[in-house]
């Protein structure tokens, strides 16, 4: 009976938490983390080693902390994130039929409290866009 009342308990705790995200309480978080800036990038799907290699040396030119990992299975599906004190960014696969080449949104975002200059999102736009620049059918576009 214990067992009933604490697992009853806990449903109730959770019912009630649950309840209270349509409050809005996820809405102010969510957002917080809305990306400052939106790219998509394509480039020819024989580049994805080089597409990592570049990648990696423009998170350490501008003193990033890199994780590069495979989201699934497929070698294409490669996630990367990249941090530092005032920014953080987010590459991700996105599967597109509208194009033989594989595509890559990034998402660069304010890390902490402080907004992230302008001028530091710009400087980690130009540096991407010339880290990409050498990639075989690369194609660099700003969406946000």
């Known amino acids: 009976m214990q067992r009933r009342g604490a697992l009853a308990m806990t449903l109730g ?5 649950t309840g209270f995200m349509g409050l ?4 102010t978080r ?19 080693e080089e597409f ?9 030119e501008h003193d990033f902390e890199i994780r590069v990992s ?3 299975p497929d070698p294409e599906d490669t996630l990367v994130q990249m941090w530092r004190a005032d920014a953080k960014m987010l590459a991700v696969h996105v599967r597109d039929a509208s194009t033989q080449d594989l ?11 402080q907004p992230l200059s302008m001028t530091a999102v710009d400087q980690l ?5 010339l880290s990409v620049k ?3 059918s690369a194609t660099f576009t700003i969406m946000k």
Do not use: C, H, W
């Not at 809005?24 to 809405?27: S, W």
């Not at 957002?31 to 998509?40: F, H, Q, S």
């Not at 736009?125 to 866009?129: A, C, E």
């Open 13 to 17: 705790a959770l019912i009630a938490v």
């Open 24 to 27: 809005g309480v996820m809405a």
């Open 30 to 48: 969510a957002a917080v983390e809305l990306p400052v800036r939106d790219l998509k990038i394509t480039f020819s799907k024989s580049a994805r």
């Open 52 to 60: 990592v290699a570049q990648i990696k040396k423009f998170a350490d």
């Open 70 to 72: 495979q989201s699934t």
């Open 103 to 113: 595509r890559y949104d990034v998402g660069i975002y304010t890390n902490g409290e």
């Open 125 to 129: 736009v130009d540096g991407l866009r």
């Open 134 to 136: 050498p990639l075989p």
